[in-house]
């Protein structure tokens, strides 16, 4: 998502039938410093560069998923996975429309009078930016429970139950991405008249779904921040503590790493987005629905804020590519393996005896 960055419509799109246009005035001057933001050029380097990234990253992962035999670590791939396709087809999907658009410089309203395809492309902006949410909160949950329940067996997933959590992620954020077309809210075109997202109008079905959609994405965020805090610091504790002779803790330590820079990536990128929707949406609560299209400043910051959305999508992949024990462990030597307590207690039973005691 986030590709809003084509050349803007010509003559405003105030008094169109369709719902899905009139919400901001393509004809309004705008300055040199307002057009530049627009310049397709950003929109095309950002989609080939996450393109190219995320299917780097799924090479790197399917090679890495084939050699394991850790069912901890494996599940882990498959939530990675699951997130690196998330980011390259919503990249695909969105670069679909938009691409086309710069080229052909077609007339929106021409070519989709009913609002499907701008209906179509605002549910893929926001199917595929609340899965990469919710697949952060549901990866940092599991590895909460894994490090700080590692003898429960019910704490221990599959592969096969993995990849049906990521179903249920992807069909709940199908379900929500559906609302507007189901009735609650309106997806519609957005300035410069490039893509369509959901409407930051006073309208009561608007501001429920504006509202829906950031603040789910808030929570997600806020959950993983505290599922990812709690389970670095039992790290550290275990690592350093009596305990680190009983548990090897290095895949635990390297997928930690990889999920406290997911969120916090996350967090750079999506925040702002979040917290302007919700301030949008509150603060024209009072005009009761008296305002007909949004102001040219609010277009303008919902266009920056999903550009660095975009960011989000092409540093994901990057995670997991540079922070990988493999390139860790080059760059830091001291991160080696060292050989484990653990590993000499057959050659000492009491040994053994006493860390079991312990």
């Known amino acids: 998502m986030g590709w809003g960055a084509m050349e803007p419509l010509n003559g405003s799109g105030a008094g169109r039938p369709a719902t899905c246009f009139g919400v901001f005035n393509a004809s309004a001057g705008r300055d040199a410093a307002q057009r530049s933001i627009t310049s397709p050029w950003f929109s095309t380097a950002f989609g080939l560069i996450g393109l190219c990234s995320n299917l780097f990253a799924l090479c790197v992962l399917v090679s890495s998923s084939r050699k394991l035999s850790n069912q901890a670590r494996s599940s882990f791939l498959v939530f990675l996975c699951g997130l690196v396709v998330t980011d390259f087809m919503g990249l695909l999907v969105t670069a679909s429309v938009i691409i086309p658009y710069h080229f052909i410089k077609f007339a929106w ?163 702002p987005l979040l917290i302007f929707i919700v301030q949008t949406v509150l603060q024209q609560l009072p005009a009761g629905g008296q305002i007909p299209a949004l102001p040219p400043q609010t277009q303008n910051m919902l266009l920056i804020y999903i550009r660095m959305v975009t960011w989000n999508q092409i540093l994901d992949p990057w995670v997991y590519i540079l922070f990988r024990r493999a390139v860790l462990q080059r760059v830091y030597p001291s991160l080696r393996p060292r050989p484990s307590i653990v590993s000499l207690s057959p050659l000492n039973p009491s040994l053994r005896r006493k860390l079991t005691a312990d």
Request: hydrophobic share 50%; charged share 10%.
């Open 109 to 271: 309203a021409k070519v989709d009078p009913g609002c499907h395809l701008c209906n179509f492309l605002g549910f893929s902006m926001v199917f595929f930016g609340q899965c990469p949410l919710l697949l952060g909160a549901t990866m940092a949950g599991e590895r909460f429970f894994g490090i700080n329940h590692p003898f429960s067996r019910s704490t221990s997933i599959s592969k096969r139950r993995a990849w049906s959590i990521v179903g249920l992620v992807w069909g709940f954020s199908c379900l929500l991405g559906l609302l507007p077309v189901l009735g609650l809210g309106r997806y519609t075109l957005q300035y410069p008249g490039s893509w369509c997202f959901l409407t930051l109008l006073p309208d009561t079905g608007d501001v429920i779904f504006c509202l829906l959609f950031a603040l789910l994405g808030i929570c997600s965020v806020l959950l993983s921040f505290i599922f990812n805090t709690v389970s670095v610091v039992t790290l550290c504790r275990v690592y350093h503590g009596r305990e680190s002779v009983q548990r090897r803790r290095e895949s635990e330590v390297e997928m930690m790493v990889q999920l406290v820079g997911i969120m916090m990536i996350a967090t750079i990128c999506w925040m």
